[in-house]
Protein backbone atom coordinates (compact mmCIF):
# COMPACT_ATOMS: atom_id res chain seq x y z
CA UNK A 1 0.00 0.00 0.00
CA UNK A 2 1.02 3.82 -0.54
CA UNK A 3 4.05 2.95 -2.42
CA UNK A 4 3.48 5.20 -5.69
CA UNK A 5 3.73 1.89 -7.54
CA UNK A 6 2.50 2.04 -11.43
CA UNK A 7 1.68 0.13 -14.15
CA UNK A 8 -1.14 -2.72 -14.54
CA UNK A 9 -1.65 -4.97 -11.85
CA UNK A 10 -0.66 -8.67 -12.95
CA UNK A 11 -2.95 -10.94 -14.70
CA UNK A 12 -0.56 -14.30 -13.89
CA UNK A 13 -2.77 -15.68 -11.17
CA UNK A 14 -3.86 -19.45 -11.04
CA UNK A 15 -4.78 -21.99 -8.30
CA UNK A 16 -0.81 -22.52 -6.99
CA UNK A 17 -0.85 -18.92 -5.54
CA UNK A 18 -1.13 -19.02 -1.71
CA UNK A 19 -1.50 -15.54 -1.14
CA UNK A 20 -4.34 -14.83 1.26
CA UNK A 21 -4.01 -10.99 1.34
CA UNK A 22 -3.71 -8.60 -1.69
CA UNK A 23 -3.88 -4.90 -0.62
CA UNK A 24 -2.32 -2.43 -3.02
CA UNK A 25 -4.23 0.50 -2.20
CA UNK A 26 -3.09 4.20 -2.66
CA UNK A 27 -0.42 3.66 -5.73
CA UNK A 28 -1.22 4.94 -9.16
CA UNK A 29 -2.44 1.41 -11.08
CA UNK A 30 -4.15 1.81 -14.15
CA UNK A 31 -5.88 -0.21 -16.26
CA UNK A 32 -8.36 -2.73 -15.30
CA UNK A 33 -8.31 -5.83 -12.78
CA UNK A 34 -6.86 -9.09 -13.14
CA UNK A 35 -9.58 -11.64 -14.19
CA UNK A 36 -7.30 -14.40 -13.17
CA UNK A 37 -6.50 -13.47 -9.65
CA UNK A 38 -10.19 -15.39 -9.40
CA UNK A 39 -8.20 -18.38 -10.11
CA UNK A 40 -6.94 -18.12 -6.81
CA UNK A 41 -7.58 -20.31 -4.03
CA UNK A 42 -7.14 -19.08 -0.64
CA UNK A 43 -7.09 -14.99 -1.54
CA UNK A 44 -10.21 -13.94 0.90
CA UNK A 45 -8.52 -10.13 1.18
CA UNK A 46 -8.46 -8.05 -2.15
CA UNK A 47 -8.15 -4.30 -1.81
CA UNK A 48 -7.22 -2.24 -4.54
CA UNK A 49 -8.86 1.38 -2.98
CA UNK A 50 -7.50 4.83 -4.55
CA UNK A 51 -6.13 3.81 -7.58
CA UNK A 52 -6.45 4.87 -11.28
CA UNK A 53 -8.12 1.76 -12.08
CA UNK A 54 -11.14 1.45 -14.78
CA UNK A 55 -13.58 -0.71 -16.30
CA UNK A 56 -15.96 -3.17 -15.02
CA UNK A 57 -15.74 -6.23 -12.05
CA UNK A 58 -14.50 -8.71 -14.54
CA UNK A 59 -17.39 -11.72 -15.03
CA UNK A 60 -14.46 -14.36 -13.01
CA UNK A 61 -15.02 -12.51 -9.99
CA UNK A 62 -18.74 -13.40 -9.61
CA UNK A 63 -17.76 -17.15 -9.54
CA UNK A 64 -15.56 -16.26 -6.81
CA UNK A 65 -16.66 -17.61 -3.63
CA UNK A 66 -13.77 -17.83 -1.12
CA UNK A 67 -13.38 -13.65 -1.74
CA UNK A 68 -14.44 -12.08 1.75
CA UNK A 69 -13.39 -7.82 1.90
CA UNK A 70 -13.27 -6.27 -1.81
CA UNK A 71 -12.27 -2.73 -1.80
CA UNK A 72 -12.18 -0.71 -4.76
CA UNK A 73 -13.44 2.85 -3.90
CA UNK A 74 -11.68 5.75 -4.96
CA UNK A 75 -11.51 4.22 -8.71
CA UNK A 76 -12.59 4.84 -11.78
CA UNK A 77 -14.66 1.50 -12.01
CA UNK A 78 -18.10 1.44 -14.32
CA UNK A 79 -20.73 -1.00 -14.85
CA UNK A 80 -23.78 -2.73 -13.12
CA UNK A 81 -23.83 -5.78 -10.10
CA UNK A 82 -25.38 -8.57 -11.14
CA UNK A 83 -29.16 -9.39 -10.13
CA UNK A 84 -28.74 -12.98 -9.74
CA UNK A 85 -27.30 -14.71 -6.62
CA UNK A 86 -23.64 -15.51 -7.76
CA UNK A 87 -21.48 -17.38 -5.80
CA UNK A 88 -19.86 -13.88 -5.49
CA UNK A 89 -22.41 -12.64 -3.12
CA UNK A 90 -21.94 -15.75 -0.90
CA UNK A 91 -19.17 -15.10 1.32
CA UNK A 92 -18.48 -11.30 1.27
CA UNK A 93 -18.23 -9.73 4.59
CA UNK A 94 -16.55 -6.22 3.22
CA UNK A 95 -17.75 -4.46 0.06
CA UNK A 96 -16.33 -1.36 -0.43
CA UNK A 97 -17.07 0.23 -3.85
CA UNK A 98 -18.15 3.60 -3.06
CA UNK A 99 -16.76 6.56 -5.12
CA UNK A 100 -16.53 4.83 -8.73
CA UNK A 101 -19.41 4.98 -11.77
CA UNK A 102 -21.51 2.08 -10.72
CA UNK A 103 -24.68 2.00 -12.03
CA UNK A 104 -28.09 0.30 -11.91
CA UNK A 105 -29.81 -1.31 -8.90
CA UNK A 106 -27.57 -2.46 -6.20
CA UNK A 107 -29.04 -6.13 -5.42
CA UNK A 108 -29.49 -5.82 -1.35
CA UNK A 109 -31.39 -9.18 -1.16
CA UNK A 110 -28.11 -11.36 -1.68
CA UNK A 111 -26.35 -9.52 1.27
CA UNK A 112 -28.72 -10.09 3.34
CA UNK A 113 -28.19 -13.79 3.15
CA UNK A 114 -24.37 -12.81 3.23
CA UNK A 115 -24.83 -11.18 6.51
CA UNK A 116 -27.10 -13.95 8.52
CA UNK A 117 -23.87 -16.51 7.48
CA UNK A 118 -22.29 -14.64 10.14
CA UNK A 119 -24.88 -15.50 13.16
CA UNK A 120 -23.75 -18.93 14.35
CA UNK A 121 -20.42 -16.72 14.93
CA UNK A 122 -21.83 -14.78 16.91
CA UNK A 123 -23.51 -16.94 19.07
CA UNK A 124 -20.14 -18.35 19.94
CA UNK A 125 -19.09 -15.12 20.91
CA UNK A 126 -21.69 -15.08 23.15
CA UNK A 127 -21.25 -18.14 24.67
CA UNK A 128 -17.36 -17.43 25.18
CA UNK A 129 -18.45 -14.25 27.22
CA UNK A 130 -21.03 -16.20 29.40
CA UNK A 131 -18.39 -18.83 30.05
CA UNK A 132 -15.83 -16.38 30.76
CA UNK A 133 -13.09 -17.35 28.43
CA UNK A 134 -11.40 -15.14 26.25
CA UNK A 135 -11.20 -15.64 22.78
CA UNK A 136 -7.77 -15.44 20.56
CA UNK A 137 -8.62 -16.79 17.33
CA UNK A 138 -9.95 -13.41 14.82
CA UNK A 139 -12.01 -16.18 13.06
CA UNK A 140 -14.65 -16.36 15.75
CA UNK A 141 -13.70 -13.44 17.75
CA UNK A 142 -15.57 -11.00 15.91
CA UNK A 143 -15.56 -8.47 12.67
CA UNK A 144 -16.54 -5.68 11.34
CA UNK A 145 -18.54 -6.24 8.41
CA UNK A 146 -18.99 -3.12 5.75
CA UNK A 147 -20.92 -2.58 3.08
CA UNK A 148 -19.95 1.01 1.10
CA UNK A 149 -21.80 2.30 -1.93
CA UNK A 150 -21.96 5.97 -1.45
CA UNK A 151 -20.90 8.53 -4.55
CA UNK A 152 -21.87 6.24 -7.31
CA UNK A 153 -25.37 6.09 -10.05
CA UNK A 154 -26.65 2.83 -7.71
CA UNK A 155 -30.57 2.73 -6.68
CA UNK A 156 -32.32 0.42 -4.66
CA UNK A 157 -34.08 0.18 -0.88
CA UNK A 158 -31.80 -0.93 2.66
CA UNK A 159 -34.07 -3.52 3.76
CA UNK A 160 -34.64 -3.83 7.44
CA UNK A 161 -33.10 -6.98 7.54
CA UNK A 162 -29.94 -5.03 6.40
CA UNK A 163 -30.52 -2.48 9.08
CA UNK A 164 -30.98 -4.89 11.45
CA UNK A 165 -27.46 -5.69 10.97
CA UNK A 166 -26.10 -2.19 12.44
CA UNK A 167 -27.37 -3.61 16.30
CA UNK A 168 -24.60 -2.79 18.63
CA UNK A 169 -25.04 -6.16 20.60
CA UNK A 170 -23.88 -8.25 17.61
CA UNK A 171 -20.28 -9.10 18.05
CA UNK A 172 -19.22 -11.18 14.84
CA UNK A 173 -22.25 -10.30 12.31
CA UNK A 174 -22.75 -6.34 13.17
CA UNK A 175 -22.80 -4.53 10.28
CA UNK A 176 -20.36 -1.61 11.16
CA UNK A 177 -20.16 0.29 8.38
CA UNK A 178 -22.80 1.07 6.04
CA UNK A 179 -23.15 4.03 3.33
CA UNK A 180 -25.29 5.20 0.76
CA UNK A 181 -26.03 8.28 -1.85
CA UNK A 182 -29.73 9.05 -0.29
CA UNK A 183 -31.00 11.22 -3.27
CA UNK A 184 -34.30 11.13 -4.38
CA UNK A 185 -33.77 9.24 -7.28
CA UNK A 186 -30.90 6.24 -5.65
CA UNK A 187 -30.65 4.59 -2.42
CA UNK A 188 -33.81 5.00 0.01
CA UNK A 189 -31.88 3.75 3.65
CA UNK A 190 -33.23 3.90 6.97
CA UNK A 191 -30.25 3.22 8.91
CA UNK A 192 -27.31 4.64 6.56
CA UNK A 193 -24.69 6.92 6.31
CA UNK A 194 -26.00 8.97 4.34
CA UNK A 195 -24.44 11.05 1.52
CA UNK A 196 -26.30 13.87 -1.08
CA UNK A 197 -24.75 15.67 -4.29
CA UNK A 198 -21.97 13.87 -3.19
CA UNK A 199 -21.48 15.48 0.20
CA UNK A 200 -22.13 13.97 4.01
CA UNK A 201 -25.79 14.58 4.98
CA UNK A 202 -25.65 16.04 8.81
CA UNK A 203 -27.34 13.74 11.30
CA UNK A 204 -26.95 10.58 9.65
CA UNK A 205 -25.80 7.45 11.46
CA UNK A 206 -22.18 6.11 11.59
Same mark, same amino acid.
Given at each position: ????? +?? /?????????NFVEDF????? =???? =?????????? $?? =????????????????? $??????????????????????????????????????? /???????????????????? *????????? *???????YNHYYC????????????? +???? +????????????????????????????????????????????????
Amino acid at each position: NNNSM +TG /NLPDSWDETNFVEDFEVADN =KFQG =KLPPSLAKTM $YL =KDFRASRNQLSGEIPEA $YYQWENLEELYLDGNDMIGELPQSAVPFYSGLQELSIHS /NGFTGRFPVEHFEDTFRISE *FLNFVQMLL *FSMRLTCYNHYYCGTKEVLSLHNNQL +TGVI +TPNICARRNTSLTYSRLDHLTADCDDDKIKCDCCTCYENGELMDGTGR
